[in-house]
């Protein structure tokens, strides 16, 4: 449950970095799901750490470090996804962003609680 709160949280802030990215800066889509990403995975860490999974118990840099590879292997998945909506489906590149996110959602959350946080 605090997981999925904590996601929700990082897949509004993910959406509004890359919508405000998108459309008045106009950065280009693959531009602007790594910003969106970076901006998203620093949220997500810390309410993961401190709230989800309580784990103040062990190294932050550590934990950070893990954080951080499992998120990128899902950033990549949905990197692949957006790109393939976008320029496969001919989908619009923020509803492509917001379907790409929810398809590694799981990959996340496997990865983040069996070896992120793990005890």
């Known amino acids: 449950m605090r997981f999925g709160l904590v996601g929700a949280s990082g897949y509004v802030v993910n959406l509004v970095v890359f919508t405000i990215a998108v459309h008045p800066l106009a950065v280009s889509y693959r531009i602007a799901s790594v910003l969106a990403f970076l901006v998203s995975v620093l949220n997500n860490f810390w309410w993961n750490r401190h709230w989800t999974f309580d784990g103040r118990g062990g190294h932050a840099g550590f934990q950070a470090m893990r954080f951080f590879v499992v998120s990128l292997v899902a950033f990549a998945f949905s990197y692949a996804i957006l790109v393939a909506l ?11 962003q917001a379907i790409a996110i929810v398809l590694a ?12 946080f793990r005890r």
């Not at 976008?86 to 492509?96: R, S, T």
């Not at 959602?105 to 992120?116: E, Y």
């Open 86 to 96: 976008v320029e496969g489906a001919d989908l619009p590149k923020v509803l492509a």
């Open 105 to 116: 959602t799981p990959l996340n959350f496997v990865g983040q609680k069996l070896w992120s």
